[in-house]
């Protein structure tokens, strides 16, 4: 793989854990807000600028070859019902005190990118990655333990974002275009919300005013940033390296947790933390070493 293509890729990454990274700082000012009602307006704007900047780079033909290619199409509905339910759930868990969840969940999706590059796309793991992958589960036992339940926020979180990864990898189109049929695809979905589940049909898209209005349309804007750049980032990286990036992103959401929203920890939890980023060192090493003689 060329050196440029790499380093393009890694700066992509980086742009889009980064912002990623203040996603609870930003969302924490919609709490008040149903996490569907977001979501519905997160979807639209997304739709609505990926649709400007389609225009400006007069890219709508892209478009028109992937609705008349049904396998990509398909691919794409999927890739947005991964995220699409990934943003929620995520919503959810920063208006629930559960961003400490998240986080863990984040952590763990670089280890499940692992898993998914081994038993999806046959992938070789070393014996770095397999101890990796062996310090996850024991943290995941440890969530177990300590929550007397199985921890489903941070599950949920990193096998769907993780799989998102791995369905966007196989889809050979540019970011741009598939990003706004993926918002596209989830219109139906919010849709259907709005018509027949909401309280009030009527207030989802139309009750806010001033700043809360304001935050909700820069949601638009502020989700399609980061996923056009991971978009962008997983065509030139395997999707190991793109997974070693991703530890940007939760200790961000986790020491924005701990010491700006003040979620509580038990002590207990340090071990399933402690295990994860053991974990994500060791596979880092494995990674620089790979790329350092790749």
């Not at 038993?119 to 101890?131: A, D, Q, Y």
């Given at each position: 793989m060329p050196v440029s293509r790499t380093a393009a890729g890694v700066g992509f990454g980086l742009l889009a854990y980064l912002i990623w990274g203040f996603f609870p700082l930003y969302f924490r000012q919609l709490s008040a807000v149903p996490p569907m009602d977001v979501l519905s307006h997160r979807a639209v704007w997304a739709c609505v600028f990926v649709g400007v900047l389609l225009t400006l780079r007069a890219r709508w033909a892209n478009v028109a070859a992937i609705l008349r290619a049904p396998r990509q199409l398909a691919m794409l509905a999927l890739a947005a019902l991964l995220v699409g339910s990934n943003w929620l759930v995520f919503l959810w868990a920063v208006g629930n005190q559960q961003v400490v969840a998240s986080s863990l969940g984040y952590f763990l999706t670089p280890l499940v990118n692992?898993?998914?590059?081994?038993?999806?796309?046959?992938?070789?793991?070393?014996?770095?990655?397999?101890?990796s992958v062996g310090l996850a589960v024991a943290a995941i036992g440890n969530e177990v333990a300590t929550l007397g339940s199985l921890p489903w926020v941070s599950l949920f979180l990193a096998a769907t974002f993780g799989t998102y990864g791995l369905v966007r990898k196989q889809v050979p189109v540019d970011p741009l275009s598939g990003l706004w049929l993926e918002t596209l695809c989830m219109l139906p979905v919010c849709g259907i919300y709005v018509l027949f589940l909401a309280p009030d049909p009527h207030a989802v898209l139309g009750q806010f005013s001033g700043f809360t209005a304001g935050l909700l349309i820069g949601a638009g804007i502020l989700t399609a940033m980061p996923l056009m750049a991971f978009a962008a980032a997983t065509q030139r990286l395997d999707l190991a390296t793109v997974g070693m990036l991703m530890y940007i992103n939760p200790t961000m959401q986790f020491l924005t947790a701990i010491f700006i929203f003040d979620e509580p920890f038990q002590q207990a939890r340090l071990l399933s933390f402690g295990l994860i980023w053991l974990g994500l060192a060791v596979f880092s090493v494995s990674m620089w070493r790979k790329l350092k003689h790749g």
């Open positions: 692992v898993l998914l590059g081994l038993l999806v796309l046959k992938e070789r793991l070393n014996c770095l990655e397999w101890l």
